[in-house]
């Protein structure tokens, strides 16, 4: 709770639940990360598989103005890059455990 205490008070995190069928399903946030801008979300496990994620990140985007806006995610994390892309971002860059997506300025 002290976690989700920090994040819910710390003005500079944009931060949204993402609702299914009157339920929370998840979370999805942005946030500054050393010179860069972050984006990072959460859905339950029921609710995987549902195009959830996907529409969630693209209402977000409408609302997160900052570009370029970077995700970090696991390599075998194939569902998640493929939500990423969907809404524009691409691979680049990648660490030993993790791919490094952005999406430009221009999208």
Not at 14 to 26: C, E, Y
Not at 45 to 58: D, E, H, N, T, V
Not at 65 to 81: C, D, F, G, Q
Request: proline residues 1%; neutral net charge.
């Amino acid at each position: 709770m002290a976690h989700w205490n920090k994040l819910l008070n710390d003005e500079t995190i944009l931060k949204k639940s993402i609702l299914f069928d009157g339920q929370v399903a998840g979370n999805i946030m942005s946030f500054g990360r050393s010179a860069e801008r972050d984006i990072g979300y959460w859905l339950g496990r029921q609710y995987w598989g549902k195009g959830i994620a996907s529409k969630a990140l693209a209402e977000f985007l409408m609302h997160e103005k900052t570009r370029p806006l970077y995700a970090h995610v696991a390599k075998h994390n194939s569902a998640s890059i493929r939500v990423l892309e969907k809404c524009g971002f691409s691979i680049s860059g990648e660490e030993s455990d993790e791919f490094i997506l952005s999406l430009s300025a221009d999208k």
